[in-house]
């Protein structure tokens, strides 16, 4: 079920198959609902997207089974910006 995959992806004891992965790898809209500040830029990598806004710590989102969004911990992917706050 497609809802499912949003918490299949968040388990990181989990391995995802190939297929999977290459389906959270294409271009995607993101929701920003969650961020309030006005976005200053938006900066992508080939795993990651990272937003900075007005006077707050960044958002981050994309691949993270090395922890590169920058949240302090491991998971297939984090599909929904999430303010990083160590910066």
Do not use: H, W
Request: with cysteine; hydrophobic share 40%; proline share 6%.
């Amino acid at each position: 079920a497609a809802g499912a995959s949003f918490l299949i992806l968040e388990r990181p004891e989990r391995e995802v198959p190939k297929t999977e992965k290459r389906s959270v790898l294409l271009p995607q809209e993101l929701c920003l609902d969650d961020v309030r500040e006005e976005i200053t830029g938006v900066f992508a990598s080939a795993e990651c997207t990272f937003i900075a806004v007005e006077g707050a710590a960044p958002y981050g989102c994309g691949l993270n089974g090395d922890g590169q969004v920058g949240l302090g911990f491991i998971s297939m992917a984090v599909l929904t910006p999430r303010r990083l706050c160590g910066l």
